[in-house]
């Protein structure tokens, strides 16, 4: 899968785009229109997530970002977010679509906000925990029926490569502050535990003349 990068672009803001950029413009278009609706994004503070909340507002969407870490909400705030919760517990009024990056409570609870005939995308795993569905979660009623989960593989979707070049071509989106790092540099951040600690981390390979 490659895509076409306009010249100005440097080589570590594209380094960012191919899976956390492209996953969160593929799960938004899997929630067709949102023009006007509320769609919360679970793990608004990740590299997908923070890039899902650029994208849907840009789309006119109602967005409901939900990060833990309160220091990340005024940054959601500027990124477009109109509403920024640190839980998913002090939602309260129904959503037309979640993309949930955490799984786990938090993909049991975006399901449980959806309105009639809504969709969640489970896109993400970092709970490391199960999910555990309620007795009577899947019964429906004239306002949660038809509700849905479903998934997606990056490496299976079609059609990548435009996606690739639009998102490519939009200088403005934030992909957040990045760690550039030599790439002789690799070896010894992934002995230290692979640690995330200025940023997303970029490994340049240097070409000698």
Not at 69 to 85: C, F, I, T, Y
Not at 95 to 117: F, K, P, S, T
Request: proline content about 4%; cysteine-free.
């Amino acid at each position: 899968m490659t895509a076409v990068a306009p010249p100005a672009a440097s080589w570590e803001h594209l380094a960012t785009l191919p899976v956390p950029a492209t996953s969160a413009l593929r799960a938004l278009r899997k929630l067709a229109s949102i023009l006007g609706r509320r769609i919360i994004i679970v793990g608004a503070g990740s590299a997908v997530g923070r890039i899902a909340v650029q994208l849907a507002a840009r789309a006119g969407a109602h967005v409901i970002a939900v990060a833990r870490d309160e220091g990340q909400h005024q940054e959601l705030r500027r990124l477009g977010a109109d509403e920024v919760h640190s839980t998913l517990a002090t939602v309260t009024t129904r959503v037309h679509g979640a993309i949930d990056l955490i799984g786990g409570q938090h993909l049991v609870d975006a399901y449980a906000l959806l309105e009639a005939g809504s969709t969640v995308i489970a896109l993400g795993h970092a709970a490391g925990a199960d999910e555990h569905f309620p007795y009577g979660a899947f019964v429906s009623d004239t306002t949660t029926a038809n509700r849905s989960i479903t998934s997606f593989f990056l490496g299976s979707e079609t059609d990548l490569s435009a996606e690739m070049a639009y998102l490519a071509d939009d200088s403005s989106l934030d992909v957040g502050a990045l760690d550039v790092r030599p790439w002789t540099r690799l070896a010894e951040w992934v002995a230290q535990g692979a640690p995330r600690t200025s940023g997303r981390p970029v490994f340049r390979v240097e070409h000698s003349k």
